[in-house]
């Protein structure tokens, strides 16, 4: 017979889903990342080549891979909240901290110019 602390103890390892509501929300971000990520890929291939001189000059681009951004760097915010406050296990929520950090890393070397 199991008693509901054995259980928990199995539950919460390095592998198991996040525990806590911030670290749901970092691995539902980087999930977010991924797909909007995708999206723009596909959108840049399926489009015409146009030149864009700045960000903005083409709206569905623009929407797409800042939308991508921010959702990684959101993930990595609420995860690292998560393991530093609330203790999170999860390997899952430590991957999307990565991702978010390595983002944000390019972001701001593309802003600055390498």
Known sequence: MHT???SDDRDSGIFATPRTISGRLSIWLGG????LFALWLLYIDRTAPMSRPTIFSDLVHAVLILSAAAAAVGGAISGGFALVTR???SIMVV???FLGAFVLYWAIAE???H
């Open 4 to 6: 509901p602390q054995e």
């Open 32 to 35: 977010s990342f991924v797909v």
């Open 87 to 89: 203790h999170e296990r």
């Open 95 to 97: 991957l999307s901290v």
């Open 111 to 113: 802003t600055i110019g």
